[in-house]
């Protein structure tokens, strides 16, 4: 992920120090002439007044002591400063890699932002120009990323424990939401809580044998209803089973709808409101990238989701949508999934996640 982020910033390390080598250069020559015309005019005055000068430089060196000229000049050529303009030129390339790897444009260009307001005009030592920008880059992702908290935790402490702890799911078509519950649905029991799946995707009939499947497999009880009934219902229902039989979490699944479709959005606003979720986590998967900017933002601004799951996690070799997703929304990246079995469920690190970008 980031491959060409280590070339490209040696190239601008490069560049800079080149660049800064020539302008001391041509700085040790005008300073070279200075001197020159300095000790031309030292000759002509009077001897007296020349030790008299000396006397006092040399009290005042031995107060407070200085640089020499050549020591000044060795300090200037082991640093470099990128300018403002400078920072155009590679900025808008890191840009387009930004782009390249899934990263949303609104985020490229608010990691470019930043990273010119902490670089440009700074002095760098030239051995660590490299290491400095990489740093800085690193700095900007980590304030990006939220830290994920631990869903069992939270259900364990949770603060009404005569209710069942109620996760609503929510994502497009296609993403793996239904398997995804699944593998939360494992998580959970192997964690030693007890868990029923609401089947409250009814616009699918497709989609409620499926959840039966998964139940099946795990031995996990799965509430449904008809084709074409009140998902609002059913999710109703799976939560009196869980308070009559003292479940700890039911997992609502909704329908996958397209962000654009608005009657199927106010649909899961309603199932919100009947169910009042203590979690609502977003799954999309790995792979979207800018996509998932205006998606994500649409089920946030109609429920507020609260944490994200990314699928297909495996097979996503640039890792832009992580950072899209996460700097759009301002809630953690909780798990990936990493493949279709129920234990292919990694808790999101985000260290690990920023080595991964080379970083």
């Known amino acids: 992920m980031f491959s060409k982020l280590k070339e490209k910033l040696k190239n601008w390390t490069k560049k800079f120090i080149e660049k800064e080598s020539v302008e001391v250069e041509e700085k040790i020559e005008i300073k070279k002439e200075i001197e020159t015309q300095k000790i031309e005019e030292e000759i002509k005055l009077p001897l007296k007044i020349k030790i008299k000068e000396e006397i006092k430089i040399k009290e005042e060196q031995e107060k407070k002591p200085e640089q020499n000229f050549i020591s000044r000049a060795i300090s200037k050529l082991n640093k470099v400063k990128i300018s403002e303009k400078e920072f155009e030129v590679y900025g808008e390339e890191l840009e ?72 609503l799911f929510c994502g497009i078509n296609g993403t793996g939401k239904t398997t995804s519950i699944a593998k939360i649905s494992e998580l959970l029991k192997q964690k030693n809580v007890s868990n029923i799946l609401a089947a409250a995707d009814t616009f699918r009939a497709a989609a409620i044998d499926q959840l039966k499947e998964h139940g099946k497999k795990l031995g996990i009880k799965v509430i449904a209803n008809e084709y074409g009934s009140d998902p609002a219902s059913v999710a109703f229902d799976a ?61 946030n601004f109609a429920i507020g989701i609260d944490g994200i799951i990314l699928s297909k996690a495996d097979i996503d070799e640039k890792g832009g949508t992580a950072l899209s997703v996460g700097y759009v929304t301002k809630k953690p990246i909780l798990f990936l999934g990493t493949g279709q079995e129920y234990h292919e469920l990694e808790i999101f690190n985000k260290d690990k996640f920023i080595e991964k970008l080379g970083l």
């Open 96 to 167: 387009m890699l930004l782009l390249e790897n899934n990263v949303a444009l609104e985020v490229a260009e608010k990691i470019i932002k930043e990273l010119k307001s902490r670089i440009v005009g700074k002095d760098f030592l030239k051995k660590e120009v490299e290491f400095e920008i990489k740093d800085t880059i690193r700095e900007i992702i980590e304030e990006i990323l939220i830290e994920p908290f631990d869903i069992v935790e939270k259900i364990k402490t949770r603060d009404d424990d005569k209710k069942p702890f109620i996760i």
């Open 239 to 299: 939560i009196k089973y869980a308070e009559k039989n003292k479940i700890d979490c039911v997992l609502i699944d909704t329908a996958g709808r397209m962000h654009t479709a608005k009657n199927l959005i106010s649909q899961i606003e309603k199932i919100s409101r009947v169910c009042k979720p203590d979690l609502k986590i977003y799954v999309g998967e790995s792979t979207t990238g800018n996509d998932a900017i205006e998606q994500i933002k649409t089920f």
